[in-house]
């Protein structure tokens, strides 16, 4: 098995799909996790083209939010889309960020991404609220390579 595949159990998985439906009941932003075993770009790099690859920057308005995950190097980044840039402060993803990677540096992979996912639909929510039509533009699977 590789190290994408140890990282969580199917059980874990389905928590963190969990918890990206409970996010998206707050927000119409738009949450996606990726995880892959290694990369030789920055993590930030990396996401910005798994972003692409995954057709998140192709949102209504431009919402997507993507948590990266580079098992193998201990790497992660949070990256969200233009829309989300263009109205939140610089440091918007700092405190997320830092829930996420205090339970990584304690073995805590599932509960980081849970933690990260809810605090990221809580704080979305001012910017991009939960619409009663708002439709569902991106799977909640977590992907790979």
Partial sequence: MSKTE???????????????LEAE????????????????KSPLERAQEVFFELQMNKTQEQNGVLFYVC???????ILGDE?????????????TKDT???NFKEGNFKNGLVEGILRA?????KY????SDDTNELS????RS
């Fill in 6 to 20: 140890d990282f969580l159990s199917k059980a874990e998985e389905q928590e963190i799909v969990q918890a990206i």
């Fill in 25 to 40: 009941k707050n927000t119409s932003g738009e949450i996606r996790v990726h995880i892959e075993e290694h990369s030789e």
């Fill in 71 to 77: 098992v193998a190097d201990k790497k992660f980044a």
């Fill in 83 to 95: 829309g989300i840039d263009k109205v939140v402060a610089a440091d918007f993803w700092d405190c």
């Fill in 100 to 102: 996420v990677i205090a």
């Fill in 121 to 125: 639909g809580e704080r979305l929510k």
């Fill in 128 to 131: 991009f609220p939960y619409q």
């Fill in 140 to 143: 909640n699977e977590i992907s």
